[in-house]
């Protein structure tokens, strides 16, 4: 297992280019299971997770080509044999879930594993049935897996999500795209991602519209075709390299970032102390000498503060002035990093969804484990920012959800190497 070797560092000047959303192409690449003509992404992120779903998706019967050093992901569903995806493959990845509507709008019925948990909490899949249901989908749960039918084709249905979920929102409106009528889902998630997937579906003949709001409605069609489609920008890579220069000083420019992507996170940027200043290239960070200001975050569906930028704006408050109070709202156990950051010197106190935490004047490098995808960047911010040497162990979370991580905040000036492991 590679680790990732971070040394205290000095101002970071320079440029950083974001990718293609993680979370959206994750929910992008099963739509092509709606549609027997090619679907082509491009601004594609270069990602383990990328690869998993591409392996699920080929383990259907789908054609998936990574083209230009994985930045287009050509894919056709003309020929799927096989409606059922694999335990050993979901079990890598909740998000394999998302081939579950697809797979029963297109083809009335699809056998997919549950999902499981994972390290941040026991994230159910409730919600997702629950919609499907609501379309007339018959479910059965055995051994470990849904068996899902829906033997007229889905009907358009009336969904009440009681809370917000992404992955539960994404499934219903793929599946309500070729039901039989109208569906109405209301209480969806309004994250950016959502918005694009709506934008990739439309382009495919869908009828839909409320994206980006709490109700979005949908005019079931016969069949979708294919479509070209650019992966919008990945506002969570976006929010945590904002960062960088916030911890080490110097100035960056997040190349292709948008303020509407990250405006929750830019407030409480701007109310510690930090401009953020929107400019034809993208988001420009700068912090000189000033100090950095302990503020309170309470995380929430978007458009709050994102769960996902949680454990990066944590490792900040580590060396702010002041305290300040982080209230971890959607999932039951998202402070893995604390005890990580404590090793580093950092003064925090967690009890049950609120994080406590004290700036101290110097982090120290020190070993420490990534235990999840955010986590494990929070502890290379902090180490830049920490006296000596940080080594992060398991950084295979790291490759995730982060494409090259070492040479983007290499370019910028950041000492950071990856130590390839046995
Ligand atoms: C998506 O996960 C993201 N993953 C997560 O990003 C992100 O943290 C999360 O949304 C919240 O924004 C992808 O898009 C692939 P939810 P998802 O359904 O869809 C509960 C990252 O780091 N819930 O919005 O799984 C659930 O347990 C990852 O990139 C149910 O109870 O999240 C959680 O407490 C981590 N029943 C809350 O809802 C359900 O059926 C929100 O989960 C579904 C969810």
């Known amino acids: 297992m590679d680790s990732i070797l971070v040394r205290g560092?000095?101002?970071?000047?320079?440029?950083?280019?974001?990718?293609?959303?993680?979370?959206?192409?994750?929910?992008?690449?099963?739509?092509?299971l709606l549609s027997d003509e090619p679907l082509t992404l491009?601004?594609?992120?270069?990602?383990?997770?990328?690869?998993?779903?591409?392996?699920?998706?080929?383990s259907l019967g789908a054609e998936v080509s990574s083209l230009q050093d994985g930045q287009v992901l050509a894919m056709s569903s003309h020929n799927i044999n096989n409606h059922v995806a694999d335990y050993d493959i979901v079990r890598k990845m909740r998000a394999s879930i998302l081939v579950l509507g697809p797979m029963l709008a297109r083809y009335g019925h699809a056998v997919v594993s549950l999902p499981g948990g994972c390290a941040i909490g026991a994230r159910p899949v409730d919600l997702h049935l629950k919609a499907l249901e609501a379309m007339g989908a018959e479910l059965e749960l055995k051994d470990g897996y849904i068996h899902a039918k829906a033997p007229g084709g889905l009907k358009g249905g009336i969904v009440n999500f009681p809370l917000v979920s992404v992955g539960a929102t994404e499934n219903a409106l793929m599946a309500a795209t070729l039901a039989k009528g109208t569906t109405v889902l209301n209480n969806a998630a309004r994250e950016p991602e959502i918005v694009d997937l709506a934008q990739c579906?439309?382009?495919?003949?869908?009828?839909?519209?409320?994206?980006?709001?709490?109700?979005?409605?949908?005019?079931?069609v016969d069949r979708l075709n294919g479509a070209t489609h650019p992966v919008?920008?990945?506002?969570?890579?976006?929010?945590?390299?904002?960062?960088?220069?916030?911890?080490?000083?110097?100035?960056?420019?997040?190349?292709?970032?948008?303020?509407?992507?990250?405006?929750?996170?830019?407030?409480?940027?701007?109310e510690a102390g930090i401009s953020v200043e929107e400019t034809d290239k993208g988001l420009k960070v700068a912090?000189?000498?000033?100090?950095?200001?302990?503020?309170?975050?309470?995380?929430?569906?978007?458009?709050?503060?994102?769960?996902d930028l949680q454990a990066q704006f944590m490792a900040l408050m580590c060396i702010a002035e002041g305290t300040s109070k982080l209230e971890e709202n959607i999932f039951e156990n998202r402070f893995?990093?604390?005890?990580?950051?404590?090793?580093?010197?950092?003064?925090?106190?967690?009890?049950?969804?609120?994080?406590?935490?004290?700036?101290?004047?110097?982090?120290?490098?020190?070993?420490?484990?990534?235990?999840?995808?955010?986590?494990?960047?929070?502890?290379?911010?902090?180490?830049?920012?920490?006296?000596?040497?940080?080594?992060?162990?398991?950084?295979?979370?790291?490759?995730?959800?982060?494409?090259r991580v070492e040479e983007k905040l290499g370019a910028i000036g950041a000492h950071i190497e990856r130590i390839s492991g046995v």
Do not use: W
Request: charged share 20%.
């Open 287 to 307: 912090r000189r000498n000033g100090l950095i200001r302990a503020v309170d975050v309470t995380t929430a569906p978007f458009p709050g503060f994102p769960t």
């Open 232 to 270: 919008v920008t990945d506002r969570i890579e976006l929010g945590t390299y904002m960062l960088a220069p916030v911890f080490c000083g110097g100035e960056v420019t997040c190349l292709g970032g948008r303020m509407d992507l990250v405006a929750a996170f830019a407030e409480k940027l701007d």
């Open 42 to 58: 491009t601004n594609a992120p270069r990602l383990s997770d990328i690869k998993t779903m591409t392996t699920l998706l080929q």
């Open 336 to 403: 893995m990093h604390a005890p990580e950051l404590i090793r580093m010197g950092a003064d925090i106190e967690v009890h049950g969804g609120t994080a406590t935490v004290t700036g101290v004047k110097q982090l120290k490098g020190a070993p420490v484990m990534a235990t999840d995808l955010r986590a494990s960047v929070s502890l290379i911010l902090a180490g830049m920012a920490a006296e000596g040497e940080t080594v992060v162990s398991r950084v295979y979370h790291l490759d995730r959800g982060y494409e």
């Open 201 to 220: 579906l439309r382009k495919m003949g869908a009828q839909i519209e409320g994206e980006g709001s709490s109700t979005i409605t949908i005019q079931g």
């Open 9 to 32: 560092n000095g101002e970071l000047h320079g440029d950083i280019p974001i990718a293609g959303a993680k979370n959206a192409c994750l929910t992008l690449m099963p739509a092509t």
